[in-house]
């Protein structure tokens, strides 16, 4: 396809495109190598704000991908990197894990309970009625309102879990103020990611398995989009939307560029 063969930059979205249940997807460690060996510059993005970029690095690994540390670029990252640019050595009194925390304090942050610049909501297992309690009394004395990202709900083994986007509905609703959501589908994640590998949106695809989340934003940032079918999205689910991707494929491994043909050279008799 003519367009895909001028992007020189990818994004791609993690769980659904490159792994399913903390297993490869067939084709993602391949186009990974693919990437490195044609010095192609590359982001896997998440809206996971629970882990630091180590951790997903760990774990990744533990699936069979190579990806290092800075190759990935999660909504806790992005929410850092936009605090900074607003409010450079501000402070936050932050509700979430590991990848959120670290993510302020490299940026600069100082968290606090006390008079906050910004209430930050991420990602976390062990939502605390005490904390939330705290987050809406802030907001309503006047700190800002941010969420990393929008997910109402996780996965589990059991079944779907509460996530960021009802915690936020939930303090919305106490205080009547609504969050600045950073990540997905915020094309401001996208943005971020050009960023930080100094890439630019006429030359970059971003390969995604949500219409609702990955297609929509990477339209909206200008970038080459690429549905593969292998998490939540079907036939059925695509119709839904006014919009398409530039391309629906089966998976990632669809993106593989074909192995030269060898031949062999037969010296005349």
Partial sequence: MQKRAEVECWLTDMDGVLV?????????????????????PYLVLTNNSIF???DLSARLRSSGLD???????????????FLKSQKPGGTA???????????LHEAGFIMTET????????????????????????????????STNPDATGPSREGPLPATGAITALITKATGFEPYVVGKPNPMMFRSALNKIGAHSENTGM??????TDIVAGIEAGLHTVLVLT?????????????????ILNSVKDLLSPAPIETENFEEL
């Fill in 207 to 212: 390969i995604g398995d949500r219409m609702d």
């Fill in 52 to 54: 630091t970029p180590r």
């Fill in 115 to 146: 008079n906050p610049d910004y209430v930050v909501v991420g990602e976390t297992r062990n939502y605390s009625f005490e904390a939330i309690t705290k987050a809406i009394r802030l907001i309503s004395g006047g700190a800002k309102f941010i």
């Fill in 20 to 40: 399913h249940e903390n297993r490869a997807i067939p084709g993602a460690a391949e186009l990974l190598e693919q990437w490195r060996n044609e010095g192609k």
């Fill in 231 to 247: 998490g939540i999205s079907d036939d059925e689910e695509i119709g839904r939307y006014p919009f398409r991707p530039d391309e």
């Fill in 67 to 81: 990806v290092p540390e800075d190759r990935i670029w999660t909504s806790a990252l992005a929410t850092a990197a």
């Fill in 93 to 103: 009194f932050v509700i979430g894990e590991a990848g959120i925390t670290t993510a």
